[in-house]
């Protein structure tokens, strides 16, 4: 079975290569006309790629055959299943066609080839035909044809005008019984029977009876046309009046003998024109030079019937000819490749060559100047030789030279031929090197063009389309196919009248170039190009445009992150001068000095709350700064969903109460676990119930929900708040976004809540997404983070434990800031919680009481004037007196490196300013712990 498919497939595969090699054109039709197959002389004769009309119909791809012979040939083969044929002129092509058209099981297959010039030259016969009727009605004698029987076939008028009587399909003893003299008859008869039977000419002098009745002698002269098969097909004779001149047959005989030669020479201009379109037809199609003299050696020798033709190209010197490929008869050996010394032929011959004259000779041996070389002509096999030399520009370019082994007589019909063939095959020849230059040139620049970044197209002056590269026709949305050949505005109906049109005609009409920027509408959507047109010479336009869709989008974002960077600082100076009035309230009525213990305890307590609310403001903005900048490190370790989500509620809780919120959690049953960092998850989501209870009228639900897979663990907060809009919530994340506010900013905040929200479950290899039906639809914001496999629990404190105060007694704490406030007030904080207190506001001045006190805790500035604080800190740790007290660092500064440099320099903690003055009285807390159990 499979060596049945094999041979299938391999007859398949060697009719597909006989179709590709004949030199007919062919293609196959279905049953509904689509194409299925189109050999490659057929893509060559109808000007079009097989790929361009595979699978169209034949009516769609080529719609001028309606109404036309070919589509009645065409039909009616298609009804009838029947073989047909058809010759008939394509006016599209302006071209003759010949069609041969076969049925098969599938549809029909085409045979065709381009039978212009033959048509032409069947016209061209008709035409002479006509000429010929013409020229036999206009002369005096009789002229008739009559067939091989002797019935006669076409007469003249003048048979009628002088025997009165019309001729008829009659016999010749029919015609000498009624017209022939009686004393002529027997010789006529006679005559005709030898020339019938010899197949030669008819020759008679004899008298035929006019319409009078009386008999004038004519002489009748006729020539059998004989068929191939050498059997005679008509008779051509005339009847002359030679009446009057019976005595001048000498004339007569000269006359006979120039219409002999006239035919002759008909026949053989008819056998040269049919030479040079045999020729013409098979060199047409050749791209190699060297296959065109091939071809054309093959075609003349055969028809010359000599025994080698060779083609050679004279070198810069005239003194070699390099010899191409050639052909032979079989009987001498092909001399293709050889290079030949010209003088060894003799000095005379080639000079007869170089004088531009043919070189003729029919025996070596019996030439005079040939005789002399004949050791260089015979040990070839030449023994006669035709050379016919090609000049050009003065100087001798090819010899063609044709060979025989025997003597022979060269005519001029051959030797017509043979000069046919030089120039044609020259023409040809260097027709080859021009297309072939010409497309070395062409696959250069569409090279050249296709491997440019941008598209390129180039126009001419009435916006027709002749180039196009491969990324211009792919921003186009069409295919090179598509846009060649064609007008502009027809290819591209949208540019038409638009600005780009405008642009071209600018260019165009002003010479000068010009450039736009075009939105350009496709099926999906849109695409910005940036169009640039430049004028050539003739009105041409060179067109280069490129996709700028990326900027035109960057540079909406960075207009669009402009205009929000704008509203963020108008909010962070609203947010920031918001604390600063109750502060400044506050410390007016302190400086004042007339409150009372209530009034004192209520202004401190405003000016904490306010504090705390710019220290969230500022925590936020060196958060969202040091993640989005790749500067923090998680302390990643196995982390509880569970208790991350209960964390983030105990933080939002206070918010949500007081503005009585529902608050709904659920946790699907299972492993909860993932790798992250404990203290920053639980930011993320407490920064997501925070805007959640924020965007929430008083009164609303909350729902917090967490689903666990295979693969993910992720966290829903939903809620029935004011909701997004689609803008909004495209941007949702993204910094400085924030919905719209009131002038009172009732909710708060700057809009770094899920910025930071976003960087920071990225960072933990999660995802974060929100969704919002519309504005007063509520938002629900999804988290998912990877699953960590196993029941490993998370460790660590959970940090949730304060120390409310100072254990067993006051310590004795030293505050070190040049700032002279913020030391007063921190040393009246800490005098407040039953610690004692001293102040300095230099390192030198702290260093020096370090050595006069004994200290349980030291509270130092870093940026001090004289000594920074790290130094401070080293040379406390040096000090035997202060080598054991607490260093806690109070800055401005709080990236992760500064905590390290203060670890470094001997610090135990490191708060950042405002400091957070629950977190310092934990601190202190523990020291007192600590002195406890040393003291014990």
Not at 333 to 346: A, E, I, N, P
Not at 490 to 508: F, H, I, K, N
């Amino acid at each position: 079975m499979h060596a049945g498919q094999n041979s299938s497939q391999q007859m398949a595969q060697e009719a597909v290569a006989i179709l590709e090699s004949i030199s007919d054109g062919f293609y196959s039709v279905n049953r509904d006309w689509q194409f299925t197959y189109v050999n490659r002389e057929a893509e060559r004769l109808l000007g079009v790629a097989r790929e361009q009309i595979l699978g169209r119909s034949i009516w769609e791809a080529y719609p001028p055959l309606c109404g036309t012979p070919f589509e009645t040939a065409y039909r009616k083969a298609m009804r009838e299943q029947a073989a047909a044929q058809v010759t008939s002129y394509y006016p599209d092509h302006q071209k003759w066609y010949e069609v041969r058209i076969a049925p098969v099981a599938s549809g029909l297959t085409f045979y065709f080839r381009d039978v212009s010039a033959q048509v032409k030259t069947e016209q061209a016969l008709r035409e002479s035909e006509r000429n010929f009727r013409q020229m036999a009605e206009s002369i005096p004698q009789i002229v008739w044809i009559v067939d091989a029987s002797g019935r006669g076939v076409y007469f003249n008028h003048q048979w009628e005008a002088h025997t009165g009587v019309p001729i008829d399909s009659t016999t010749p003893a029919h015609v000498a019984e009624e017209f022939v003299h009686p004393e002529d008859r027997a010789a006529t008869m006679a005559a005709w029977n030898i020339a019938y039977e010899e197949r030669s000419g008819f020759h008679v002098e004899h008298r035929i009876r006019s319409a009078a009745g009386d008999y004038r002698w004519f002489l009748v002269r006729a020539e059998p046309y004989l068929g191939e098969d050498g059997r005679i097909e008509r008779w051509f004779g005339t009847s002359t009046d030679i009446h009057e001149e019976k005595l001048v047959k000498i004339a007569l005989r000269e006359s006979e003998e120039r219409l002999r030669s006239l035919l002759e020479s008909v026949r053989a201009a008819d056998r040269r024109h049919s030479f040079q379109l045999a020729l013409a037809d098979r060199i047409r199609p050749l791209l190699d030079p060297e296959e065109v003299t091939a071809v054309a050696s093959e075609l003349l020798g055969k028809s010359v019937g000599c025994g080698r033709v060779v083609y050679g190209e004279a070198d810069q010197t005239v003194g070699h000819l390099s010899l191409k490929r050639d052909w032979t008869d079989g009987n001498l050996v092909s001399m293709s490749g050889t290079r030949l010394h010209l003088d060894d032929f003799g000095c005379a011959i080639v000079d007869v060559l170089r004088a531009r004259r043919n070189v003729v000779i029919d025996d070596i041996l019996a030439d005079p100047v040939g005789a002399r070389h004949a050791a260089a002509y015979l040990p070839a096999g030449i023994r006669a030789v035709l050379a016919i030399p090609l000049m050009k520009n003065g100087r001798l370019r090819a010899v063609l030279s044709l060979h025989h082994a025997e003597a022979r007589r060269w005519t001029p019909e051959q030797i017509a031929m043979a000069e046919d063939m030089v120039d044609r095959t020259w023409s040809a020849v260097e027709s080859a090197h021009a297309q072939a230059a010409l497309r070395a040139e062409r696959d250069q620049s569409r090279h050249i063009f296709d491997s440019m970044t941008e598209g390129f197209a180039l126009l001419d002056s009435d916006w027709t389309v002749l180039q196009v590269n491969e990324i211009g026709a792919r921003l186009s949305y069409m295919t090179r196919a598509e846009l060649l050949g064609r007008k502009l505005w027809s290819a591209m109906p949208d540019l038409a009248g638009g600005p780009v049109e405008a642009l071209y005609r600018r260019v165009q009409s002003s010479r000068q170039p010009d450039n736009l920027e075009y939105l350009q509408l496709i099926p999906d959507g849109a695409t910005w190009l940036d169009i640039r047109a430049y004028a050539l010479p003739e009105g041409r336009l060179a067109v280069f445009f490129r996709d700028i869709s990326e900027r035109k989008s960057a540079e909406d974002k960075l207009r669009d992150a402009d205009r929000r960077k704008d509203e963020f600082l108008a909010m962070l100076a609203h947010e920031l001068r918001n604390p600063l009035a109750p502060i400044g309230a506050a410390a007016h009525l302190l400086r004042m000095g007339k409150l009372d213990e209530d009034r004192v305890r209520h202004t401190s307590q405003i000016i904490g709350r306010q504090v705390d609310h710019m220290s969230h403001l500022i925590n936020d903005l060196l958060d969202v700064s040091r993640v989005t900048r790749g500067l923090v490190e998680l302390d990643n370790a196995a982390v509880d969903i569970r208790q991350v989500v209960h964390e983030a509620i105990e933080q939002v809780a206070p918010l949500i109460q007081a503005r009585r919120h529902r608050l709904h959690a659920q946790i699907a049953p299972g492993s909860s676990l993932v790798m992250g960092d404990r203290k920053r998850l639980v930011q993320v989501v407490s920064n997501i119930l925070n805007n959640a209870a924020k965007y929430t009228s008083e009164g609303g639900t909350i729902t917090l929900s967490a689903d666990i897979s295979d693969a993910l663990v992720c966290i829903e907060v939903a809620d029935n708040g004011i909701g997004m809009a689609p803008d909004l919530a495209a941007h949702a994340f993204d910094l400085f976004s924030q919905a719209e506010r009131s002038s009172d900013r009732s909710a708060g905040g700057l809009g770094l809540g899920l910025a930071l929200v976003k960087s920071l479950v990225e960072l933990h290899g999660g995802s974060v997404t929100c969704a919002s039906a519309g504005l007063g639809e509520g938002s629900v914001f999804r988290v998912c983070l990877p699953r960590l496999a196993g029941d490993a629990a998370a460790g660590g404190p959970d940090g949730n434990e304060r120390a409310a105060g100072p254990a067993g007694g006051g310590l004795r704490v030293l505050v070190v800031d040049d700032n002279a406030d913020a030391a007063a007030m921190l040393a009246m904080v800490l005098e407040s919680l039953g610690h004692r207190v001293a102040v300095e506001h230099s390192s030198l001045a702290a260093l020096e009481r370090a050595r006069r006190e004994r200290l349980d805790a030291c509270v130092l500035d870093i940026g001090l004037p004289d000594i920074d604080g790290y130094e401070l800190a080293r040379r406390l740790r040096a000090q035997p007196e202060s080598a054991d007290a607490v260093l806690v660092a109070v800055t401005g500064y709080g990236h992760e490196s500064d905590r390290r440099r203060s670890l470094a320099a001997g610090f135990a903690h490191h708060l950042v300013k405002p400091a957070d003055t629950g977190q310092l009285m934990a601190i202190l807390a523990e020291v007192g712990k600590a002195r406890e159990l040393r003291n014990q």
